[in-house]
């Protein structure tokens, strides 16, 4: 038994649709792009939902979708990137350094 939406409903549902499978088309293309991944899953999710006013539960299927189809399963592996360090931190120095230790030792 399914469910019969009301006209108002079913033009809701009909537009989320489109836009996920305009996402997921997008997505295609952008793995198909390149055998690396160069962007991360968040960068392309929050580009989706500016670009085809999609949910974030919409990318989410189109992203799978998008994986299996392509057959590039490297995509759900994230991207490395090297952490940020807020600036170079100095280790204190040891006040006896090596010489000093030898002489004591004479």
């Known amino acids: 038994m ?3 939406l009301s006209p108002h409903h ?20 952008v793995m198909s ?7 991360t899953k968040g960068e392309l999710c929050a580009e989706a939902i500016e670009r085809f006013r999609t ?3 919409a990318f989410e299927r189109a992203w799978i979708t998008a994986i299996e189809e392509t ?14 360090h807020a600036g170079v931190r100095e280790f204190p120095r040891n ?3 090596g010489i000093e230790h030898k002489e004591a030792e004479r």
Request: aromatic letters at 10%; glycine letters at 4%; proline letters at 4%.
């Open 33 to 39: 792009e390149s055998s690396e991944k160069t962007r």
């Open 71 to 84: 057959g590039n399963h490297h995509w759900f592996k994230p991207v490395w990137r090297p952490r940020k």
């Open 2 to 4: 399914t469910c019969k």
């Open 55 to 57: 949910s974030k539960s």
């Open 95 to 97: 006040r006896s350094n």
């Open 10 to 29: 079913q033009s809701l549902y009909d537009a989320g649709d489109e836009q996920r499978k305009l996402c997921h088309d997008w997505l295609v293309s």
